[in-house]
C-alpha cells in the first residue's frame, strides 16, 4: 500500500520590529520546512535574531503589509506556500493540517479563522471590522467565509497566477477574492487566535484600522477578473 507523505512547504512570515516573538514562532516551524522572515524595516535587530535562529531572511524596504507578504512569495520555491503573522498570536505548526488538505485536492487556499484564546486577543472594534468585511466577500464572489485570517496556505503557482497587485493591507482579501474569481476552492478551518506579543501596527491603532478598511473596500470595489471555473467553498466541516 502506498502510504502519502506529509509535504513541506515555505512559509512566508511579514515582520516589522518582532524580535520579541520570533524565537517561538521560529521554533514552531514544522520540521523540514523553511522559514522566510521578510524584515520590512525594523529597526529592534528582528532581522539578526531570525537569521541566527536559521529563517531566510527577506528585506523589502517598501513599507506594507501586502509588499512584505509578495516580497516573501517571490522568494519561495517550494510548491506549497503557507502565511502567518510573526507576532506570536498564531501557531504556524498548524499548517502541516492545511498544506496536507491542499496537497490531497481537497481545496485551493486554506485559511484559519481565529478563535480568540484569552483577554485581548483580538479587539472587538477589529472582530466587527473583519465580520463586515467577511459579509462583503460574500456578495462580492458568494464565497461564504466567517474570517480573513492571515494563516493561510495555498500552491505557489496558484497564487503567482491571480497577480496579485495590493501592497497594503488589503493583500490577505484581494488573495481570497481573486482567488475566487479564478475558480479556486476555498475553505476555512478553527485555529487558536492568542494575544500577540507587542503591540500591533493594523489593529493595534485606530490609524491602522482605517487603513486596513480603506485598503479592502478599494480591493471589493475592483471589477471581477475573468473566472475560469465557478467559485466554492468547501464546508468548515469538510475541510477538518
Known amino acids: 500500500m502506498t502510504h502519502f507523505a506529509d509535504p513541506t512547504a515555505d512559509v512566508v512570515l511579514p515582520c516589522l520590529d518582532e524580535a520579541a516573538a ?16 521578510v524584515d520590512n524595516g525594523s529597526t529592534d535587530g528582528s532581522a539578526d535574531i531570525a537569521r541566527s ?12 503589509f501586502g509588499a512584505a507578504c509578495h516580497a516573501g512569495l ?8 503557507c502565511f502567518c503573522d510573526c507576532d506570536g498570536s498564531l501557531d504556524p505548526g498548524l499548517l502541516t493540517g492545511f498544506v496536507r488538505q491542499v496537497a490531497t485536492g481537497q481545496v485551493d487556499l486554506m485559511l484559519g479563522r481565529r478563535r480568540p484564546q484569552g483577554r485581548g486577543a483580538w479587539p472587538a472594534h477589529a472582530r466587527a471590522g473583519n465580520l463586515a468585511l467577511s459579509r462583503m466577500l460574500r456578495r462580492r464572489t458568494d464565497v461564504r467565509l466567517h474570517d480573513l ?27 481570497v477574492v481573486r482567488a ?3 475558480g479556486l476552492r476555498v475553505a476555512e478551518t478553527d485555529v487558536p487566535y ?7 501596527k493594523v489593529t493595534g491603532t485606530w490609524r491602522g484600522t ?13 471589477p471581477p477578473a475573468p473566472a475560469t471555473a465557478t467559485a466554492t467553498t468547501v464546508p468548515a466541516e469538510a475541510a477538518q
Open 22 to 37: 520570533l524565537p517561538w514562532v521560529l521554533e514552531h516551524i514544522p520540521v523540514g520546512w523553511r522559514a522566510i522572515v
Open 53 to 64: 535562529l536559521g529563517a531566510t531572511v527577506v528585506h523589502e524596504p517598501r513599507r506594507g
Open 74 to 81: 517571490l522568494a519561495a520555491d517550494a510548491e506549497y506556500v
Open 149 to 175: 485570517g492571515p494563516l493561510r496556505a495555498a500552491r505557489r503557482a496558484d497564487l503567482l497566477a491571480l497577480g496579485l497587485t495590493d501592497r497594503r493591507s488589503g493583500y490577505p482579501l484581494e488573495m
Open 180 to 182: 475566487a474569481d479564478a
Open 194 to 200: 492568542r494575544p500577540r506579543t507587542g503591540k500591533s
Open 210 to 222: 482605517w487603513h486596513a478598511v480603506r485598503d479592502m473596500r478599494a480591493v471589493l470595489r475592483q
